[in-house]
Structure formats: structure tokens, C-alpha cells
């Protein structure tokens, strides 16, 4: 009885060997190899689109900070001409005052 298993046994090993994909060593080191080739490409890829997502990113965060650099300058510059008469009032004063004291 245990013999006619074992046959039983060699005989769905050797199907199952005939009827595998890979027939031979080299096909399976072709299948790991282009199986390792679409990870790779899939890697690349997907790092250049995190390269180039962050890149446009951070050109972004910059054209802001750009933006809001200009409308601080802008202000700077416009408030001097605002401050100015006040300083010029402020310095009349001084001067009246300084000027009626030495009298």
C-alpha cells in the first residue's frame, strides 16, 4: 500500500513539474531579473515625481515668500513719506522751542 503512495506521490510531483512556469533556472533568473527591472523603473519614476512635486513645491513656498518680500518692501517704502511731515513736525517743534528758549 505505501508503495502505490509513494508512486501516487512521484507521479503528481512529476505533473506538477511539467505543468510549472518556470521550466529551467535560466527562466527563472529572467523572470526575477524583469521582475527586478519594473520595481526599479517603478522606484525611479516615483522618485522623479517626488523630485519634481517637492521642486514645484518649494518654487511655490518661494514665488510666496518673493511675493510677500515685495509688499514688505513696498510698505517699507511707503512709510517714510507717511513718518516723514510727523518727524519734520516733531523736529519744528524742537526747533521753535530751542529757538524761543535762547531768546
Do not use: W
Not at 37 to 49: D, E, P, R, S, T
Not at 72 to 77: C, D, K, M, W, Y
Request: hydrophobic letters at 50%; glycine letters at 0%; aromatic letters at 12%.
Amino acid at each position: 500500500m505505501s508503495i502505490v503512495v509513494t508512486e501516487a506521490a512521484l507521479e503528481n510531483h512529476r505533473k506538477i513539474k511539467e505543468t510549472s512556469k518556470f521550466k529551467s533556472p535560466i527562466q527563472k533568473k529572467r523572470f526575477f531579473f524583469i521582475v527586478l527591472q519594473i520595481f526599479l523603473a517603478l522606484g525611479v519614476k516615483m522618485l522623479f515625481y517626488c523630485l519634481v512635486v517637492c521642486d514645484a513645491f518649494s518654487l511655490l513656498l518661494l514665488f510666496l515668500f518673493l511675493c510677500d518680500s515685495r509688499y514688505a518692501l513696498r510698505n517699507f517704502r511707503d512709510t517714510p513719506h507717511k513718518i516723514t511731515p510727523n518727524i519734520k513736525r516733531k523736529n519744528l517743534k524742537i526747533a521753535k522751542q530751542s529757538f524761543l528758549k535762547n531768546i
